[in-house]
Every structure is written in C-alpha cells, then in structure tokens.
C-alpha cells in the first residue's frame, strides 16, 4: 500500500513538474517568434521607407527640372546616383517616360526589354491621383532576369498630367540575406508573404530559388486568424506546404503591403521537453519496479530518488539556460524594447539604454516615462505624465496601443520623437506591458522635407502653387465674412528668357532667387508671395480695408514699390556685371463676393497680359474692358483657324517693275477672304494674331507653296517665265530649325525654279542672333534662292549687319516714300538708302509710290525698282493678265 501510495505521488509530481516545464517551452517560443516577427517588420519596414523617400525626392527632382522647362539628363542621372549611394539596398533607381520607355537610371541593360507599360506598377502610377509610392507584386526584372519588387512613385508635369514615373528595384535575394542570420531551429521558417498570402521570399525554400514566389497556400487556420487580428498575432497551426506542427507569430508592416511570418517547429522548441518527459516516464516506472522491489533493496530505491533529483535540477538548468537565449534576444533587437507596470518601468533591453541616455537598467527603471524621460508636455498640450499613464492604463484596457510621443534623453537632455507600440501580456500570472519604442527623427525629417518640397518651390523657398491655392481659398472665405477687400497680383519678369539663353540657367536661378528676395521685402510678413513657375511670380494679400478705392490706391502703391526695387541693378554671378531687370504686372481686387480662384487668376492674368502689351515694365489693373478684349481676341483666334481649315485665305499679287517700265515680278500679299461674304480681314488685324498663337507657320507654308505653283505656272508662259515672286517670312517662320527643309520641298513638288523665288525678311528676324540667321540665309542660297530686306530704314538698320547679309535687294519702306517730296528728312533718309545699298551691290525697290512727283524723286535719286498703286493695286493672280506683256511709262 505505501508503495502504491508512494507511485502514486511520484507520477503526480513528475506530471506536474512537466506541465510547468512545457509552458515554460511553449512560453520561450512564443516570445522568441514575436521578437524575431517585430525585428524583421522593423528591418523591412525601414529599408521600403529608406527606398520610398530616395523615389520621392528623385520625382519631386524631375517634377522641378519639368517646371523649368524640361529633364536635363547629366543633372537627372547625377540626383539618381546620389539617391542610390543613400540606399545601398536597392539594385538600381530608372526614370520611366508616360510611354513606360525607361529613360534615366542605373543599371540599364542595352540588350534587354527596355518598355515597362504593360506592368502593374506602372498601371496603377498612370492612374494614380496622389503622389504616394506605391510596391509592385514580385515580378522577374527585364533587366537583370531576377526576381524584384518595384517601389514607384508616379510623376506629374506642371498641368497635372502623368509624365511618368521613378521606380527602385529591390531584389528579393535581399529579403534571403536578411533572413539568413535568424535561428529558428532546424524546422523553423521565416516568411514574408503579401496581403494576398502570396510568398514574396521564404527560409527555408519550398520549391527552389524563385519557384516559390507568389505561392498563396496557406491553411485556413492561417487565413481566418490573420483576418480577425490583420496587424500581428501568435497562433499554432500545421504548415500546408510542408505538412510541419509549427508555433507561429507574424506581424503586418504598417505603410506596406506585406505580413512576416516566423514560426518555431513543435518539434524543435519542445525537444528538451520530450526528453525530460522520456527521463521522467523512465524514472517513473524504475521507481515503481524499485517500490515492487523496495523489500529487497531500500537503497536502490534511494539511490533512484537522488538520480530523479539530479535530473529535475538539470532540466531546470535547462530551461535556464534557455532563458538566457531568449535574454540575448531580447537584448540585441535593435528596437528600444521594455517592460512596464501599471507605474514605469521594470526591465529594458541595451538598445533602450542607449535610447534614453542611461548608464544602468536600474537608472532607468527608476525614472518615470512621462516624467524623468519625457518633456513636460507633448505637442497636444497635455502634460507628459498623466498623459503616459493614460497609455499604459489604455494598453491595459485594449490589449494593445500605438502612438508618438515625445522623449528626451538624460544625458544631454535632447527631446525626439518616437513611436511607441505597447502590447498588454501576462509574465508569472503578473499583466505587464511590452514597449517597443524607435526614434523616428529621420521619418519626421524627411515627412517635414517632403512637406516643404510638396508646398514650397525648391529655388526660391517660396508657396508654390499648391500653398497659393489654399491660401486664396482662405482669404475668399475672409473677405466674404468681414466684407474687406484683398488683392491678387501676378508678376512676369520682361525679357527673361533672353537671360536665360545668353548667360545661361545658372544665372537665371540666381536672379529668379533675388527677384523673389526683393518682392517678398516689399510686402507685409502676413501676406503669401508665391512662385508659379518659370520666371511668374503671385503676391496674395487680404484684410486690406472696406473701401475700393482706398485700396486699389494701397495696390498700385505696392506694384509700383515692386517694380522700382525689382529694377535696380542685379550683379551677374561670377562676372559681377549689373544686369537691370523690369517686370510687368497685372492686379484684381475681390471681396470674396461669389469670386472663384480660377476666375481670380484669369483676371489678373488678363492684367498682366495688357501691362505686357503697353510695352512690359508696366502695372495694369483688370477691368471689363479687358475681359472683353481677350474675349474679341479668342473669337478672332478660332475664326483664324477655322479660316486655315476652310481655305478662306488667298494670294494677291503686286507688280513690280523697273526703271525702263518693264514688269520685273510680284509681291505676293495674303489677303483672309471669310466666306459667305463677310468683310475681308486686314492683314494689321490677324497677322499679328497668327505670329503670336504659331498659326503662321502652317500660313507661312501654305503662302510658299502657292506662290512656288504659280512661279511653276508661269515657267510655261513665254511672257511671265522670268518674273519673280517675292514671299515675306514671318519672324517665327524663320526661325524654325526646318525651315531651309520645307523650302526644299515645296520647290522640289511643285517644280518652281528656285531663281524666280526671292524670301523677304524684315530687321526683327535679322536683327536676333545675326550668326544663326546669316548661317540659315546660306543655306537658303545654295537652293537658289535671293533675299530682300524689307521695310528698310524703319529698326535698327546698320551698315555693319547689312555688309555681312547675303542681301540681294533692300526694299525702302512707304513711309519714307510717302512723303519723299514734301519732307527733307525723309528724302534724305532715301538717297543714303540707295547709296548705302549701291555701294554694297544690292539693288534697291521702293513701296508704296502713289504719284508721279514720288517717282520721278526716286529714279533722280538712283531708285530703279517700283512697287505701289502708282502702277497697280495688289489683285488675285485670274486679273493678271493686264500687268502681262505691258510697258509702263517711268520717264517723264
């Protein structure tokens, strides 16, 4: 009876004594996987947003270069080469045109596939309406043939529309080294698998090196706990793959698409446990055969006593020394990690030494978070102690909490913040809180740069016009409520562009800087100075007072403050000469009466325009007036095209003639004819239209190529076949880089002898870039064309341009004509034209002669060529025939 009784108590104890020790396992495990779960989120987490803010600042970079004008590849490349240096991580950083053509990068592989619109990422970039990055699923690079993910971050021209994108490519092999320093046990796994369950890299590899990639098997035990605790979790389940019992923990990314899984195999972590259990059942059954036996040998039975002693005090060293795995776990995490109660601190980790500038875990623990550790209050207001203590106490309640909170170190008293994940659990049948805290200063750094790059212009460190939009929403908002006015100025630099070109960009960023300097000292602090782009520059000001005119006074006193300070000379970089600069400015008031800003802007752009049109350096104010000017402009602009499409435009012909009378050729004049027989346009009224809105060019070709087909009509004609045209060439025409290509072809098409066509340019084409234009006129020649300088005498003219042109004529301008008899200056101007020219070799036309004292004046003068209604008004080429074949009499 005492040994059954004695058996009895021993199987009790040893049971009890197991169950204790396997919980103790299980509870090693659990803690082992959570901990590995939470380094690996922090890991991943990190290097995504490392890789999220280098794609970021290379768009905003080319969204800047758009702005100003178009990407510059050396400057594009250089700022990617840079970004990549910060993130080693990555395999490269490409810039992707809107067609998917990657364009810009690191890593480009000549030979390979090099379009990426048909991927996913770009897909969703193209139809983003943000500008957040987003992660692609695995997909094989067309690059390198390995698998990738993509981080991506869409770009946007000044409109608004999709220009295309920069993507990082991070491969997956990255995900296999970093998974490769955890032991989790010989049947262990690590995971990180996408919300969709698919994998994105595994240790160990199920399939192969990239077979396993988008596998979505997972047992639903997995999928319906995942999906009723989405953040983290620790469950127990049989991997589907390989069919392996494992203790689970997994913790979902915060900012990404991605979930990561550690599990510790059953097999594994409760080893030690079967072998306790396979001791114990064995010193079970010799105690109980001993017990049998105890009437024989009562010291063997206290022999199997002792060694069932010996056995229990090394498991317990085992577990021991279990712990102190889990402690260099715990202490070589690189998160600050802690333990609290419902009062501070109780254990920490080194990394939450060196966090908080503490010399000892005791130091620490002796100091309250929200007190000794924190600043007195945090950015809500609230003071930092009973607002720590409502966490702790809210954690508790919830189970888990994450939040920011402002610390500040011992040691030298800095303050950073952090984010702080409390996570309620019970340790020895006592509720504790496990606090995983990181310093977040990078991540606020680089929120406030991204913040400042979304909202500020990144030269000038002015609103850009997203901040101006925002802004003039709240000024409408406060003029409709106090019934004040406020004002809205838009201003341009005149001529800037010249700058630019000539002494280039660098200069031209140090002046825009300096303009914005000198505007933003000319106002009050309170009002916004904003730069739109380019060299356009907004001021915004509000609460200006109740009476209009009071303030339009006030206005026109700060426009013209702007103007002369924005005028003084400015020093030119490097050269230190000073270049003077003026700038044209439009105004409108509003008082929030029912005005959107898109109607604000447009007035004070049609301001700006007429300051523009009176000759720059001027302040102009919107008025009713000039809404419906634009409006007579815009109308007129459509009728113009419209007129191009329906062939409204014709070609009449003025004959020209020399000194004995004979018919030497035509100008060709365009004349806008709109149909149903409405009134001709003057050419004053749309020339200067078409110039301005680039009609020209396709009018400017139509007028060549017609009067090419009638030189080739006249070639037949033994009596016109050795007249000239003469065709005048827009500024804007000229100045087309294939110009001297389209010539070419109309001459070739239609077969017109190049000799018979003679291009008339005026002093404003001549007069710009006089290199480039002598250059083009060469190339003209050789076709076998000639060249007339027309309106002579009217710009600049100057004897040291007018040698180097390849002239053949210079026309003198009917303004000298017309009063060549009456005024002495004008027939003075005359004569030094025709021996100016003379002496050159270049033969000499007179316009607009009207009478016979004004021809007789000129041919006295040495003038040998006519044009005018002295001879014959400009007329279509069916009445030509009564100029043909006919003499008019020049000597009198």
Same mark, same amino acid.
């Given at each position: 009876?005492?040994?059954?009784?004695?058996?009895? /108590?021993?199987?009790?104890?040893?049971?009890?004594?197991?169950?204790?020790?396997?919980?103790?396992?299980?509870?090693?495990?659990?803690?082992?996987?959570?901990?590995?779960?939470?380094?690996?989120?922090?890991?991943?987490?990190?290097?995504?947003?490392?890789?999220?803010?280098?794609?970021?600042?290379?768009?905003?970079?080319?969204?800047?270069?758009?702005?100003?004008?178009?990407?510059?590849?050396?400057?594009?490349?250089?700022?990617?080469?840079?970004?990549?240096?910060?993130?080693?991580?990555?395999?490269?950083?490409?810039?992707?045109?809107?067609?998917?053509?990657?364009?810009?990068?690191?890593?480009?592989?000549?030979?390979?596939?090099?379009?990426?619109?048909?991927?996913?990422? /770009?897909?969703?970039?193209?139809?983003?309406?943000?500008?957040?990055?987003?992660?692609?699923?695995?997909?094989?690079?067309?690059?390198?043939?390995?698998?990738?993910?993509?981080?991506?971050?869409?770009?946007?021209?000044?409109?608004?529309?999709?220009?295309?994108?920069?993507?990082?490519?991070?491969?997956?092999?990255?995900?296999?080294?970093?998974?490769?320093?955890?032991?989790?046990?010989?049947?262990?796994?690590?995971?990180?698998?996408?919300?969709?369950?698919?994998?994105?890299?595994?240790?160990?590899?199920?399939?192969?090196?990239?077979?396993?990639?988008?596998?979505?098997?997972?047992?639903?035990?997995?999928?319906?706990?995942?999906?009723?605790?989405?953040?983290?979790?620790?469950?127990?389940?049989?991997?589907?793959?390989?069919?392996?019992?494992?203790?689970?923990?997994?913790?979902?990314?915060?900012?990404?698409?991605?979930?990561?899984?550690?599990?510790?195999?059953?097999?594994?972590?409760?080893?030690?446990?079967?072998?306790?259990?396979?001791?114990?059942?064995?010193?079970?059954?010799?105690?109980?055969?001993?017990?049998?036996?105890?009437?024989?040998?009562?010291?063997?039975?206290?022999?199997?006593?002792?060694?069932?002693?010996?056995?229990?005090?090394?498991?317990?060293?085992?577990?021991?020394?279990?712990?102190?795995?889990?402690?260099?776990?715990?202490?070589?995490?690189?998160?600050?990690?802690?333990?609290?109660?419902?009062?501070?601190?109780?254990?920490?980790?080194?990394?939450?030494?060196?966090?908080?500038?503490?010399?000892?875990?005791?130091?620490?623990?002796?100091?309250?978070?929200?007190?000794?550790?924190?600043?007195?209050?945090?950015?809500?207001?609230?003071?930092?102690?009973?607002?720590?203590?409502?966490?702790?106490?809210?954690?508790?309640?919830?189970?888990?909490?994450?939040?920011?909170?402002?610390?500040?170190?011992?040691?030298?008293?800095?303050?950073?913040?952090?984010?702080?994940? /409390?996570?309620?659990?019970?340790?020895?049948?006592?509720?504790?809180?496990?606090?995983?805290?990181?310093?977040?200063?990078?991540?606020?750094?680089?929120?406030?740069?991204?913040?400042?790059?979304?909202?500020?212009?990144?030269?000038?460190?002015?609103?850009?016009?997203?901040?101006?939009?925002?802004?003039?929403?709240?000024?409408?908002?406060?003029?409709?409520?106090?019934?004040?006015?406020?004002?809205?100025?838009?201003?341009?630099?005149?001529?800037?562009?010249?700058?630019?070109?000539?002494?280039?960009?660098?200069?031209?960023?140090?002046?825009?800087?300096?303009?914005?300097?000198?505007?933003?000292?000319?106002?009050?602090?309170?009002?916004?100075?904003?730069?739109?782009?380019?060299?356009?520059?907004?001021?915004?000001?509000?609460?200006?007072?109740?009476?209009?005119?009071?303030?339009?006074?006030?206005?026109?006193?700060?426009?013209?403050?702007?103007?002369?300070?924005?005028?003084?000379?400015?020093?030119?970089?490097?050269?230190?000469?000073?270049?003077?600069?003026?700038?044209?400015?439009?105004?409108?008031?509003?008082?929030?009466?029912?005005?959107?800003?898109?109607?604000?802007?447009?007035?004070?752009?049609?301001?700006?325009?007429?300051?523009?049109?009176?000759?720059?350096?001027?302040?102009? /104010?919107?008025?009713?007036?000039?809404?419906?000017?634009?409006?007579?402009?815009?109308?007129?602009?459509?009728?113009?095209?419209?007129?191009?499409?329906?062939?409204?435009?014709?070609?009449?012909?003025?004959?020209?003639?020399?000194?004995?009378?004979?018919?030497?050729?035509?100008?060709?004049?365009?004349?806008?004819?709109?149909?149903?027989?409405?009134?001709?346009?003057?050419?004053?009224?749309?020339?200067?239209?078409?110039?301005?809105?680039?009609?020209?060019?396709?009018?400017?070709?139509?007028?060549?190529?017609?009067?090419?087909?009638?030189?080739?009509?006249?070639?037949?004609?033994?009596?016109?076949?050795?007249?000239?045209?003469?065709?005048?060439?827009?500024?804007?025409?000229?100045?087309?880089?294939?110009?001297?290509?389209?010539?070419?072809?109309?001459?070739?098409?239609?077969?017109?002898?190049?000799?018979?066509?003679?291009?008339?340019?005026?002093?404003?084409?001549?007069?710009?870039?006089?290199?480039?234009?002598?250059?083009?006129?060469?190339?003209?020649?050789?076709?076998?064309?000639?060249?007339?300088?027309?309106?002579?005498?009217?710009?600049?003219?100057?004897?040291?341009?007018?040698?180097?042109?390849?002239?053949?004529?210079?026309?003198?301008?009917?303004?000298?004509?017309?009063?060549?008899?009456?005024?002495?200056?004008?027939?003075?101007?005359?004569?030094?034209?025709?021996?100016?020219?003379?002496?050159?070799?270049?033969?000499?036309?007179?316009?607009?002669?009207?009478?016979?004292?004004?021809?007789?004046?000129?041919?006295?003068?040495?003038?040998?060529?006519?044009?005018?209604?002295?001879?014959?008004?400009?007329?279509?080429?069916?009445?030509?025939?009564?100029?043909?074949?006919?003499?008019?009499?020049?000597?009198?």
């Amino acid at each position: 009876m005492r040994a059954a009784v004695a058996n009895i /108590f021993l199987v009790v104890l040893a049971g009890l004594a197991l169950f204790s020790s396997r919980q103790q396992y299980e509870q090693q495990a659990l803690l082992t996987t959570q901990n590995l779960a939470q380094s690996l989120e922090v890991a991943v987490s990190g290097v995504l947003d490392k890789i999220s803010m280098g794609v970021t600042a290379v768009a905003q970079e080319a969204e800047r270069q758009l702005a100003a004008g178009g990407l510059r590849d050396a400057a594009i490349n250089e700022y990617i080469d840079r970004q990549k240096e910060l993130v080693p991580e990555i395999g490269a950083i490409r810039v992707v045109d809107a067609n998917g053509d990657l364009r810009y990068g690191n890593a480009l592989a000549a030979s390979r596939a090099t379009n990426v619109a048909d991927r996913e990422y /770009f897909i969703r970039a193209r139809e983003s309406r943000n500008n957040e990055a987003i992660v692609s699923r695995p997909i094989v690079s067309r690059q390198t043939g390995s698998w990738v993910i993509v981080v991506a971050r869409a770009i946007h021209r000044p409109d608004g529309k999709f220009a295309g994108l920069v993507s990082a490519v991070l491969p997956l092999d990255y995900f296999t080294r970093l998974f490769a320093p955890f032991d989790v046990g010989s049947k262990g796994l690590i995971s990180i698998r996408d919300l969709d369950f698919g994998i994105i890299a595994r240790k160990p590899e199920h399939e192969g090196v990239g077979r396993s990639v988008g596998n979505r098997t997972v047992s639903s035990n997995t999928v319906e706990y995942v999906r009723a605790h989405p953040d983290s979790g620790s469950y127990q389940t049989v991997v589907t793959l390989d069919g392996i019992d494992r203790r689970l923990s997994y913790r979902r990314t915060p900012r990404w698409p991605f979930i990561i899984f550690v599990g510790q195999a059953t097999d594994d972590y409760l080893a030690p446990w079967h072998r306790e259990v396979a001791v114990l059942s064995s010193l079970a059954a010799l105690f109980a055969l001993l017990s049998v036996l105890s009437t024989r040998s009562s010291y063997r039975t206290r022999r199997a006593e002792l060694a069932a002693i010996d056995e229990l005090r090394r498991s317990k060293e085992e577990v021991e020394r279990s712990e102190t795995r889990f402690r260099g776990l715990y202490d070589s995490t690189g998160d600050a990690v802690a333990l609290l109660g419902p009062h501070g601190f109780i254990d920490c980790n080194f990394a939450a030494l060196e966090l908080f500038g503490v010399t000892s875990k005791e130091d620490l623990c002796a100091r309250h978070p929200g007190d000794a550790l924190s600043p007195p209050r945090q950015p809500c207001g609230s003071e930092s102690r009973p607002l720590a203590e409502q966490k702790i106490a809210e954690a508790f309640a919830k189970g888990k909490l994450r939040f920011e909170w402002l610390h500040r170190r011992v040691d030298t008293g800095t303050v950073f913040p952090a984010e702080v994940l /409390f996570t309620s659990m019970t340790l020895d049948r006592a509720p504790l809180i496990q606090a995983v805290i990181r310093d977040i200063t990078e991540r606020k750094q680089a929120e406030e740069r991204i913040h400042h790059l979304a909202y500020f212009d990144a030269l000038t460190k002015l609103p850009n016009r997203r901040l101006l939009m925002d802004r003039l929403s709240h000024a409408l908002f406060a003029g409709a409520r106090t019934r004040q006015y406020g004002l809205l100025m838009i201003l341009d630099l005149d001529n800037f562009k010249s700058l630019n070109d000539t002494r280039g960009h660098d200069v031209g960023d140090h002046l825009l800087v300096e303009v914005a300097q000198r505007v933003v000292a000319c106002v009050r602090q309170e009002d916004t100075v904003a730069r739109l782009g380019g060299d356009e520059y907004v001021v915004l000001a509000e609460g200006l007072g109740e009476d209009e005119s009071v303030v339009a006074g006030h206005a026109e006193q700060i426009a013209a403050k702007i103007c002369r300070i924005v005028s003084l000379p400015n020093l030119v970089p490097g050269s230190g000469e000073p270049y003077h600069n003026t700038v044209s400015i439009g105004v409108t008031l509003f008082r929030g009466d029912a005005v959107s800003m898109e109607v604000l802007l447009k007035q004070a752009d049609l301001a700006l325009y007429q300051a523009k049109a009176a000759g720059r350096n001027a302040v102009r /104010f919107f008025n009713p007036e000039m809404q419906s000017a634009i409006n007579a402009r815009a109308a007129m602009e459509a009728a113009l095209r419209n007129g191009l499409q329906s062939r409204e435009f014709a070609l009449f012909y003025q004959p020209q003639y020399d000194s004995d009378g004979n018919l030497t050729g035509a100008e060709a004049l365009l004349r806008w004819l709109p149909r149903g027989g409405g009134r001709p346009v003057p050419p004053a009224d749309f020339i200067p239209l078409a110039e301005e809105t680039g009609l020209i060019i396709p009018i400017g070709l139509w007028v060549t190529q017609t009067a090419c087909a009638q030189l080739r009509a006249w070639a037949d004609d033994p009596i016109a076949r050795n007249l000239q045209i003469a065709v005048n060439v827009s500024p804007r025409q000229f100045r087309q880089s294939d110009f001297t290509g389209q010539v070419r072809t109309c001459l070739q098409m239609t077969g017109a002898n190049p000799a018979r066509l003679k291009l008339e340019l005026t002093e404003s084409v001549v007069l710009e870039d006089i290199d480039e234009v002598i250059g083009r006129m060469h190339e003209l020649r050789q076709l076998g064309l000639t060249f007339s300088l027309d309106d002579f005498g009217t710009g600049f003219s100057s004897l040291s341009y007018l040698k180097r042109l390849p002239l053949d004529e210079v026309k003198i301008d009917q303004a000298f004509v017309r009063d060549v008899v009456s005024d002495p200056n004008d027939g003075a101007i005359v004569r030094a034209i025709v021996a100016m020219s003379r002496s050159l070799g270049i033969t000499v036309i007179a316009e607009g002669v009207e009478t016979r004292q004004q021809l007789d004046f000129l041919k006295n003068s040495g003038c040998d060529h006519y044009q005018g209604y002295l001879f014959g008004k400009p007329a279509p080429i069916e009445q030509w025939a009564q100029f043909l074949g006919e003499r008019v009499p020049i000597a009198p």
